[in-house]
């Protein structure tokens, strides 16, 4: 595995879920106690859980990275 742990996420900053060949991009809004995030897509606004992305599995492609600013 690649990247980042999900234990090192923080709130407010953004990542790059990479996951059997999708990529998805969020600014994670809230931790839960669970282990879970809730997550904001960067793209179509929409409002998920981050487990929600790897409840099928890690593909051998799993990776997470912190979204550098530009500016």
Do not use: P, Q
Not at 28 to 48: C, S, W
Request: aromatic share 12%; hydrophobic share 40%.
């Amino acid at each position: 595995m690649k990247g980042l742990s999900l234990d090192v996420l923080r709130a407010g900053k953004k990542y790059r879920l990479i996951n059997f060949g999708e990529k998805h991009d969020f600014i994670i809004e809230n931790i839960l106690a669970n282990g879970d995030f809730e997550v904001k897509d960067l793209h179509t606004l929409e409002r998920y859980r981050l487990l929600d992305l790897v409840r099928y599995g890690k593909g051998a492609d799993f990776e997470i990275r912190e979204l550098e600013l530009f500016a």
